[in-house]
């Protein structure tokens, strides 16, 4: 209601438009929250951090393609940002177009090659595609850093499962 009434007083101040996507996010409002977050990104096509709340509401509205315009315009824009080629990636794999996917996952690590959740989420994309040998040397590498994880030690263990050496 007091985002509302800032709004029709001012409605060109892009903290307002994402702060009321951020309630209505907590109210599981994704779609309306993603259009806060738009009218935010419209005010000021430079806020960062807007792209990424907007992408994932549209990724929770279920509206993939959405999802996508907002990562790739916010790759294009922020090209050093490796989370929005990771955001991204994600969107592609839940459409199970693995190789799109691949490709940003691939993108994001090597971008960012200290974030172990980017090489974990490349590592179970390729696991789909039947590229169980990089994914387990990705799974390898990551036991070595964190032998007591057991997302890394399931994915491991299925991915020889699959392979057959049971």
């Known amino acids: 209601t007091y985002y509302d009434k ?5 409605a ?3 903290q307002v438009h994402f702060n009321k996507g951020i309630a209505l996010t907590q109210l599981k409002k994704h779609a309306k929250a993603a ?10 096509p430079n806020y960062e951090k807007a792209y990424l709340h907007a992408g994932d ?8 393609k959405k999802a996508i315009h907002v990562y790739l315009t916010a790759i294009e824009k922020f090209p050093a940002n490796a989370h ?3 955001r ?3 969107v592609y794999k839940h459409l199970d177009k693995f190789e ?3 490709t940003h996952l691939r993108i994001a690590t090597q971008k960012d090659q200290k974030n172990n959740i980017y090489k974990l989420e490349l590592a179970n994309t390729l696991h789909f595609i039947d590229a169980s040998i990089e994914a387990l040397k990705l799974y390898e590498a990551l036991l070595e850093q964190y032998p007591e994880n057991y997302h890394i030690l399931y994915n491991f263990g299925y991915t020889l499962k699959k392979m057959g050496y049971i």
């Not at 259009?35 to 000021?44: G, K, R, V």
């Not at 509401?57 to 993939?64: G, I, Q, R, S």
């Open 35 to 44: 259009a806060c977050y738009m009218q935010a990104l419209h005010t000021n």
């Open 12 to 14: 060109d101040i892009e």
């Open 6 to 10: 800032a709004l029709s007083l001012r």
């Open 84 to 86: 929005f080629n990771y």
């Open 100 to 102: 799109e996917a691949i």
């Open 88 to 90: 991204l990636g994600n």
């Open 57 to 64: 509401a549209w990724e929770k509205a279920n509206k993939p």
